[in-house]
Nanobody, 114 residues
Framework: VRLVESGGGLVQAGGSLRLSCAAS????????MGWYRQAPGKQRDLVAI??????TYADSVKGRFTISRDTAKAIAYLQMNSLKPEDTAVYYC??????????WGQGTQVTVSS
């Protein structure tokens, strides 16, 4: 599955960004769509994931980030509000299909200045 991400950039603390991830797969074959992030020198961590309408968030982003999915178009969004400098990372889209294959996007940089 090919994933195309967009929406990263530079924003001041307290600002907002929206990331998008478009998957080249029949939406009916997608089991989960999610976002992970990796800061320099750190491991890649889950940010948010959506499965059949159920969402899960990392504690650090609860109440600030919202994941959603356009099921008709196999597109996932991550609305990020009240951004903090510690949110600075490369954000990766992740898709898992109904046959349990897994794909990653190329990553998009999010930088939050203080």
């Amino acid at each position: 599955v090919r994933l195309v991400e967009s929406g990263g950039g530079l924003v001041q603390a307290g600002g907002s960004l929206r990331l998008s991830c478009a998957a080249s797969e029949n939406p009916l074959n997608i089991r989960t769509m999610g976002w992970y992030r990796q800061a320099p020198g750190k491991q890649r961590d889950l940010v948010a994931i959506i499965t059949a309408g159920t969402t899960t968030y990392a504690d650090s982003v609860k109440g600030r980030f919202t994941i959603s999915r356009d099921t008709a178009k196999a597109i996932a969004y991550l609305q990020m509000n009240s951004l903090k400098p510690e949110d600075t990372a490369v954000y990766y889209c992740n898709v898992r299909t109904t046959w349990y294959s897994e794909s990653w996007g190329q990553g998009t940089q999010v930088t939050v200045s203080s």
